[in-house]
Each structure stands twice: as C-alpha cells, then as structure tokens.
T-cell receptor, first 109, second 113 residues
Framework: TQLLEQSPQFLSIQEGENLTVYCNSSSVFSSLQWYRQEPGEGPVLLVTVVTGGEVKKLKRLTFQFGDARKDSSLHITAAQPGDTGLYLCAGVNNNDMRFGAGTRLTVKP | NAGVTQTPKFQVLKTGQSMTLQCAQDMNHNSMYWYRQDPGMGLRLIYYSASEGTTDKGEVPNGYNVSRLNKREFSLRLESAAPSQTSVYFC????????????FGPGTRLTVL
C-alpha cells in the first residue's frame, strides 16, 4: 500500500482541455512537493507547498495543499503537448520523504 | 554545471553478477540519495547519505550497499544481482535532507536476467 495515493493513474486528453490530478494520504505532512518526469529523464521539482490551504501558481499550473496537510491537487489549465509527462507528488515529514506512484499525463495535439 | 551524472545509462546483468552504479554531483550538495523506480510503485528510497561520511538505509535497502566516496560521489553496489532488482535507478542530491529540492540524475536502466 502506497503512503501517497495519486489519481488518476493515467490521463489522456486533448490539447486545450483542463485537468486536475490528486495526491491523497491519511498522513499529515510538513510539506509536499510536486515533480514532473519526462521519458528517459529524472524528475524535476515543480513546486513545494508548506502551509495548509496554500495555493501556488506556476503559469498554467495551480497547486493546492489541503487544509489538513494530508492531500494536494494539481490543476492544469489549457493543457499543451509539452505538459506530457509523469507527475509525482512527494510528502515530507521530519527527514522522511515518500513519493506517490504518479499520474501519467498525455496531451494530444 | 553538469548537475547530477550517473553511469552507466544501461546495463544487463546475469543473476549472481555484481556491479556498481556511479553517481556524481557538482552542486556542492551535502545529501545524496539512491532510488529505484518500478512501474506502479513510484520512487522508493534505497539508501541515502545525509552528509559526507554517513550513510543510512531507506525503504528498500536489502541486496544493496553504498559508499559515499567523498562529497561529490555516491555509489550503489549490487553484490549478487537478482531478477527482482531489474529497475530504473536514480541518484539525487540536495543541500539538506527531506524538504529541500532534490536534483535527479538521468537514471540507469538495469535488467537482470
């Protein structure tokens, strides 16, 4: 059983559509990170959220940390083919960081 | 700056063979990590080194050993490879432990026959 559950596991959409992916846990985290991984490469950090209820925006990407700091969401507006990749969330507590299995997003032109 | 480099990029081993995966970072980071990534399992931590001279077990350490050779280099050794160790291995580094940004290498794809 994963400490962090990400949903959906796979998502395929057309260019221009909006989407939301989720990262859920029964554990409370001191912070949560989102990474994007492209095929054949290592993950790259997109954002870190620290405060419950926090919302951070990165161009067309909006990240939210749940009020109880147990879950997070990533919303992409007007998806583009360049958004294609594996989106991983990672929960941090003390010196322990655990990754979810990821959501594999495909944006078709 | 090259960031985090890993060698080799691909490797095929037979069951029982040994090998060492090499990792180096040029960002003067204190902490380094080894992960494995399997389909549907996400990234799982094998070993980490909080600082030069220290190493600690992660979530899945069995069958692996590590060496923090100096501040730049952190190697992962498989003494007797098993098919269950077929995976993609990533090395990462960060300024401090969990919560800091981790910078990942490009990965090593290992197949054990």
């Amino acid at each position: 059983t994963q400490l962090l559950e990400q949903s959906p596991q796979f998502l395929s959409i057309q260019e221009g559509e909006n989407l939301t992916v989720y990262c859920n846990s029964s554990s409370v985290f001191s912070s949560l990170q989102w990474y994007r991984q492209e095929p054949g490469e290592g993950p790259v950090l997109l954002v870190t959220v620290v405060t419950g209820g926090e919302v951070k925006k990165l161009k067309r990407l909006t990240f939210q940390f749940g009020d109880a700091r147990k879950d997070s969401s990533l919303h992409i507006t007007a998806a583009q083919p360049g958004d294609t990749g594996l989106y991983l969330c990672a929960g941090v507590n003390n010196n322990d960081m655990r990754f979810g299995a990821g959501t594999r997003l495909t944006v078709k032109p | 700056n090259a960031g985090v480099t890993q060698t080799p990029k691909f490797q095929v081993l037979k069951t029982g063979q040994s090998m060492t995966l090499q990792c180096a970072q040029d960002m003067n980071h204190n902490s380094m990590y080894w992960y494995r990534q399997d389909p549907g399992m996400g990234l799982r931590l094998i070993y980490y080194s909080a600082s030069e001279g220290t190493t600690d077990k992660g979530e899945v350490p069995n069958g692996y050993n590590v060496s923090r050779l100096n501040k730049r280099e952190f190697s992962l050794r498989l003494e007797s490879a098993a098919p269950s160790q077929t995976s993609v291995y990533f090395c990462a580094s960060s300024q401090g432990l969990a919560g800091h940004t981790q910078y990942f290498g490009p990965g090593t794809r290992l197949t054990v026959l």
